[in-house]
Structure formats: structure tokens, C-alpha cells
């Protein structure tokens, strides 16, 4: 699970501003040698795990476009999750973006409408208006079905996928660090392995590979992280608004009732 692909020090300019965003943000050098390892591995063992790897990119930041084509050199098609209600927003991809990345065979999914930070304490009207809303915009721009989908803020529950499944999802990825996939009806529900500003070339070959260790810590860390914000509640979810935020910039689809300043309503989007 990739984010935005950005210069050291120019953070804010793919996807959604601030310090708890950046972590997750990598620059190309970084971002060229873990598709370097990546390939490399592939020729060396002929397979990584069991197959190619599935990279994915969430959130919708215009670095979306020089991501697609670092990983075409490699001979790689990125999955790219889209945050609607932000789409043309400074920072995020176009209707014309997204289209090409489509025509070039990359997959275009959602990252819901609004993207709250805690999804699975949204209530099941709004979860179905994130989820529906968001897959109608989606396939009004790039003129196809769109039926993948990622959960925003790394809150997942069961009553999220069921609501994507209502939705017309049948793939849907988390944050868990998870290998194999579940399902639930028809719909396939996989976990994915977090890439970091830090995470090495090797590390990333490694996690794509399937070797248990940095795969166990990531696990590990995972657990705590959701234990930290079950004994957080509120006071967390403040602290995760404050930080990714630089002024009012992202309005996060948790606060129900504000105006939304991040992008205007797309009509069949979501409003905050």
C-alpha cells in the first residue's frame, strides 16, 4: 500500500497535506528502487509470493501519474484509489487523469467520498452513501464499471465490506496486514503490507515475497496501533484531525455538519 510518490520536501503537493499524511509518502528515488528490487526479485525467483504483486495507491494525489509511469517501465500496472470528493481538488487528479490512467491499463477504485478517518463509526446510512456515491462518480469519468475499493483512515469492520458489497464492490482492500484474502458473498476482501517513507528497496521486496518477519512486525505494530486508537476514542480521532491538516485545507468525512472546504460537491458526491 503506496500513497503519493513526492520530492523530499515538497510533501503537500500530492494528496492530503500535513505531517501524519507525509509519513506515508516516498520520494521517486525511493520509489524506483523498490520497484528495482521488486523486478529484480521476480527474475531472480521467477515469482514473488505467488504471483505479481498488486500495488496499490491510495487517496488519489496527482503523483498518481508519474507513479504510472515508473511502474510501466518495470512492467507493473498500479491499482489507484480515489477520494472523489477531492478529485480536481489542488494536490489530486483530474477527471482527465484518471482517464488516462484507465487507457493505459491501470485500475481506477475507490477511496470513498469523503474519506473519514474512522469509517467503521460511520453510521450504515453513511457508509452507504460513501460507497454507492462514490462508485456511480467514478465510472460517470472514466466510462467503465469500477468495482474495487479501499477503506480509508485503516479502519476496517465487517459492516464496511458488507456496505461496499450493497455498493457493488467485489474487491475491496483494507490497511490489515493480511495475506490472504477472505470473502464475504462474492466479494474478495485482502489486507495489504504499509509502505512508509523509511521502508527500504529490500524491505519492500521482502514484504511482496511473503517472508514472515518484516511481515510479523508489521502485524505487530498494526495490533498495537489498534489498541492505541480503541483507548483513544475521540481524543484520537481529534489528534489524527489535526495533524494532517494544515488550517482548513481537509475537511475529513467524520465531521458531519461542517462545510466542506477540501472540494465542492460533485453532485453525486458526498458532502462532509
Request: hydrophobic share 40%; glycine share 10%; charged share 25%.
Amino acid at each position: 500500500m503506496y500513497h503519493d510518490v513526492v520530492p523530499a520536501g515538497c510533501e503537500d503537493a500530492s494528496g492530503f497535506p500535513g505531517r501524519d499524511a507525509a509519513l506515508y509518502k516516498v520520494t521517486p528515488e525511493l520509489f524506483e528502487a523498490h520497484l528495482k528490487a521488486l523486478a529484480e526479485l521476480r527474475r531472480i525467483e521467477g515469482q514473488i509470493g505467488s504471483a505479481t504483486p498488486v500495488l496499490t495507491f491510495d487517496d488519489g494525489g496527482i503523483s498518481a501519474l508519474y507513479a504510472a509511469e515508473v511502474l510501466e517501465q518495470y512492467g507493473f500496472r498500479g491499482h489507484f484509489f480515489v477520494t472523489v470528493n477531492y478529485i480536481a481538488a489542488p494536490g489530486f487528479v483530474d477527471e482527465r487523469a484518471m482517464r488516462e490512467l484507465c487507457g493505459r491499463g491501470h485500475t481506477i477504485g475507490s477511496h470513498s467520498c469523503s474519506h473519514p478517518l474512522r469509517m467503521a463509526h460511520c453510521s450504515r446510512d453513511q457508509l452507504a452513501r460513501e460507497w454507492t456515491a462514490s462508485r456511480s462518480a467514478l465510472e460517470d469519468i472514466v466510462g467503465q464499471e469500477v468495482r474495487v475499493a479501499s477503506v480509508p483512515g485503516g479502519d476496517y469492520a465487517r459492516h464496511v465490506a458488507i456496505a461496499a458489497a450493497e455498493a457493488g464492490f467485489t474487491q475491496l482492500f483494507t490497511s490489515e496486514p493480511r495475506s490472504r484474502p477472505q470473502r464475504l458473498g462474492t466479494m474478495r476482501i485482502h489486507g495489504r503490507f504499509t509502505i512508509q517513507r523509511w521502508t527500504s528497496p529490500r524491505t519492500a521486496a521482502a514484504l511482496a515475497a511473503g517472508r514472515w518477519l518484516p511481515r510479523a512486525r508489521q502485524v505487530i505494530a498494526w495490533e498495537a496501533k489498534k489498541i492505541g486508537k480503541h483507548l483513544g476514542g475521540d481524543p484520537y480521532l481529534r489528534l489524527r484531525r489535526l495533524l494532517p491538516r494544515h488550517g482548513d485545507k481537509v475537511v475529513w468525512g467524520d465531521r458531519v455538519g461542517e462545510p466542506e472546504r477540501g472540494r465542492r460537491d460533485r453532485g453525486s458526491g458526498l458532502r462532509a
